[in-house]
């Protein structure tokens, strides 16, 4: 986790293409991918990553606009790769691709900021209270707790570096108030060396945390067992995400991605909350950064920017960093979730990182593969999304990393090769309809489209948390809608003369699941967040009125009814569980269904 910088290497450029510039170094010069490197203008040092090794020359991606680089300028290369500096004050903090923060850099240098500038993402002159948790002479693993220190609501844990091979002795360790830069302890490795460690740590943002330490046993990947709960009722029980596990929300312009990742951020069963805003519009970024810090957060009192990191490389900020930014934000989450806190992470969107790669790779004259996208864009998509997961950590506790990505296909295609490569790696698939969204259905999750490969996945939990029967019963709903849907394609030739009152009515109760349970309203302050507590009592009602065999005289009077219940049961997901709407609700839902039930005297 140390900067193993092996001193400055200089290079020279010898052309320059865009945002891509070949370099050339001395033969004696050892060079690798992924090394970072700064290009130097004048008094501007532009900082730029190397893709490509090929002999004495690579290819370097500049991060910055490289107007005014010419063949000749000097370039120094760090001998470290692009990483992530992690330690106490991220949370609440708003970073760009690179993880330099943006309130800071704008304090400092107004809000056009200038080229070359770089500034440290964690604050070297705070101090934090540190407390140790382990004493001379103990053995430690990689990742072992050393002591903690208060951040926000959260105990933020101090580990032993990950890349260590074998476990290490404390020889020395303090207590008190230091800066992350201050030494707090010191340990002797398996080989002998003594070693000195602070409060921040450097990690290669594409090297996932975790890969060492589970070759070596030193934690556990485990399988998911319990679902992400994310007080969206379509979601929550028909196409429910793992806690640790993947989804996806692909859909069209004006589908509602920003409002659902939104609420999903707002009010999921997590502790902290990692959002990356990749090549979206700059507008909705800046909503979110002023809207999180004045939103009161419903898990910690405090507010939701307490337990959130946003990192915006926006469509009007540079392309070239679009790319590193979703590797930036989810090693933050691998290591939030080390300390054994359950980590959610939405990339918005994975379409715009992509299509950074596409132009990357173009630049660098790289055989194109589907829709001009890389050869090798199938691979990327699964190895971003297999770093989520759950992890039984070296002090015994357990964290996850969810990873939800939106997905912005052109005219909403799902064929499109981001959509179908994310399809193949991802759990649950969220797809958002045009047409649902037209009639202003929220969320425009259509039901006949998404799936969730986790339904039966977390059967057990299903069955000892909710009921026995909860999988079979959605199934059941699933299979009402389809069958609801097939009735009103048929409608829609012959009109409702052309169909059974038989077939009307299971028309209406289709309607009915879908008005009252699959639609929510997201500006409403109750029906926005329901608990899953009262999702399973009110899917309970929603089974009895949909297996009823109610009786009509014609047409006419279930349309009618299925109104008045439709109406009944939104005001009752709109009331409070502890006010006299939500018992009289109820009632009057009852009262109502019991006047259409055989045997009922009028």
Known sequence: MSNENTGA???????????????????ASEVMKNEVGYVCVGEERLKAEILRVRGRTADMQVFEDTRGVRVGDRVELSGEMLSATLGPGLLGQVFDGLLNPLHGLAQKYGFFLPRGIIMPPLDPDKKWQFTPD????????????????????????????????????????????FSINEVVARYKTSNGEEKELTMACRWPIRRPIPENLLRRRFIERQFPSKPLTTATRIIDTFFPIAQGGTGCIPGPFGAGKTVLQSLIARYSSVDIVIIVACGERAGEVVETIHEYPETADPRTGGTLMDRTIIICNTSSMPVAAREASIYTGITLGEYFRQMGYDVLLIADSTSRWAQAMRETSGRMEEIPGEEAFPAYLDSAIKNLYERAGVIRCADGSTGTLTLIGTVSPAGGNFEEPVTQSTLGTVKTFLGLSADRAYKRFYPAIDPLLSWSRYLDQLAPWFTKELNAQWVNDVKNMMTLLERGDGIYQIMQVTGEE?????????????????MVYLQQDAFDEVDACMPRERQLASFKVLKKLVVAEFKFQDKNEARDFFTKLTGLYKNWNYSRPDSPDYERYGKDIEQLADQYLPGHNA
Do not use: C
Request: cysteine-free.
């Open 9 to 27: 290497v200089y290079a020279t450029v010898v052309g320059v293409k865009e945002s891509l510039v070949l370099i050339e170094f001395d033969e």
């Open 134 to 177: 382990a004493e001379i002479g103990d053995s430690l693993p990689p990742g072992g707790v050393l002591g903690s220190v208060p951040e926000g609501p959260f105990k933020h844990k101090i580990m032993v570096p990950f890349n260590e091979a074998e476990p290490v002795q404390l020889t020395w360790i303090r207590g008190g108030s």
């Open 498 to 514: 052309g169909i059974t009152l038989e077939d009307f009515i299971e028309w209406q109760k289709s309607m009915l699941l879908d």
